[in-house]
């Protein structure tokens, strides 16, 4: 039997655990003092997400941009770990529930992949083109233990183009939604496949 779209597309709505989309959740820039929804209006004037390098935990020589493959209620519980354990994650701010999803297959046909996730002494036998995959797992120590597969990620080598008709946007709440609609132009909000409050998704 032949496996299409639609059987693909029956079976991921069979299951609680997968999704169609793939998701790309922003953060702020305090050096720019932009907040995220700021850094979400940047991306949809461009259209474009620009990829991120070693700052945005990206090895090798070339930028990538990164998603989530999980619902929405796992991207929510991700969200949320990250909030909660802030300080013993760095104090660094990885992501927010800020966002765009888009699906798969367009993604896929744009060059993204999952990641690789192995050991850092692995990816050192790659060429440094080849690192924009990598995602570091490692058990061998039970008091050092790093572990990133609950994100389920993908990544596009470089910058990731698309148009509005192919982006969902993610926010937060309520508030957030109201602001979005008072900055947001009108090409915006006629194109886009449509705006998810995950709020509303975990509540």
């Not at 990164?66 to 013993?88: M, T, W, Y």
């Not at 999803?101 to 999952?114: S, Y």
């Not at 790659?126 to 490692?138: F, I, K, N």
Request: aromatic share 10%; hydrophobic share 35%; proline share 3%.
């Amino acid at each position: 039997m032949t496996y299409t779209n639609k059987l693909w597309e029956e079976r991921v709505w069979a299951r609680s655990d997968m999704s169609l989309y793939v998701t790309h959740l922003t953060r702020g820039r305090k050096e720019e003092d932009k907040s995220p929804l700021d850094v979400l209006f940047e991306i949809l004037k461009d259209k474009k997400i620009k990829g991120s390098t070693n700052s945005g935990y990206v090895s090798g020589s070339d930028p990538a941009v990164c998603f989530q493959d999980a619902p929405l209620s796992g991207i929510a519980q991700n969200i949320r770990h990250e909030v909660i354990n802030h300080e013993k994650l760095g104090g660094k701010e990885r992501y927010t529930a800020i966002g765009l999803m888009f699906n798969k297959p367009l993604v896929f046909a744009k060059g993204g992949r999952p990641v690789i996730y192995e050991t850092k002494e692995f990816a050192k036998i790659l060429p440094s083109d080849e690192r924009w995959r990598m995602v570091t797992l490692d058990f061998s120590s039970k008091d050092n233990i790093v572990d990133w597969t609950h994100e389920r990620e993908w990544r596009v080598k470089g910058d990731f183009k698309f148009n509005y008709k192919n982006a969902l946007v993610i926010l937060p709440n309520v508030d957030t939604y109201r602001e979005f609609i008072e900055r947001a132009k009108g090409d915006v909000l006629k194109q886009i496949q449509g705006i998810v409050n995950l709020n509303a998704v975990i509540s």
